[in-house]
C-alpha cells in the first residue's frame, strides 16, 4: 500500500488543520492507520492510530482532547483533524499502515508515507 500525507501549513497557536493520509494500491479497510510526527532534533512520536475493523481510536496524551481521527474508506483517506494547536506540535507529520493492530511504535507499521510539514507558531 502507498500513503501520501498533506495539508499541513503554518498555523498559529489555538488553530485548526486536518491533515489527510491517501492510500492507493491495496484494500485500505484492512489496515490499521496511524499517525507520527517528527521535531527537528528528536525522536519519531506516536500521535494517533484507528484500528481497523470496527475503528478502535487511540491517541498519546499530548493530543488527548485536541486531535480527531476518522476514515473514509470510499476515499482511501484517512485524516486527522488537529484543534487548539500548540507550538509544541510543530513537526514533520506522517502516516504509517498495519495489517495488525498497529500500536505506538513504528516499527509495527509496514508501510509509511512521505511526511506534511505543520508549523505552529506563538
Known amino acids: 500500500v502507498q500513503l501520501q500525507a498533506s495539508g499541513g501549513g503554518v498555523v498559529q497557536a489555538g488553530d485548526s488543520l486536518r491533515l489527510s493520509c491517501a492510500a492507493s494500491g491495496s484494500s485500505f479497510s484492512d489496515y490499521t492507520i496511524g499517525w507520527f510526527r517528527q521535531a527537528p532534533g528528536k525522536e519519531h512520536e506516536f500521535v494517533a492510530l484507528l484500528r481497523r475493523g470496527w475503528g478502535f481510536s487511540y491517541f498519546a496524551d499530548s493530543v488527548k482532547g485536541r486531535f480527531t481521527i476518522s476514515r473514509d474508506n470510499a476515499k482511501n483517506t484517512v485524516y486527522l483533524l488537529m484543534n487548539s494547536l500548540k507550538p509544541e506540535d510543530t513537526a514533520v507529520y506522517y502516516c504509517?499502515?498495519?495489517?495488525?493492530?498497529?500500536?505506538?511504535?513504528?516499527?509495527?507499521?509496514?508501510?509509511r508515507g512521505q511526511g506534511t510539514q505543520v508549523t505552529v507558531s506563538s
Open positions: 504509517a499502515a498495519s495489517p495488525g493492530s498497529g500500536g505506538t511504535s513504528l516499527s509495527n507499521y509496514n508501510y
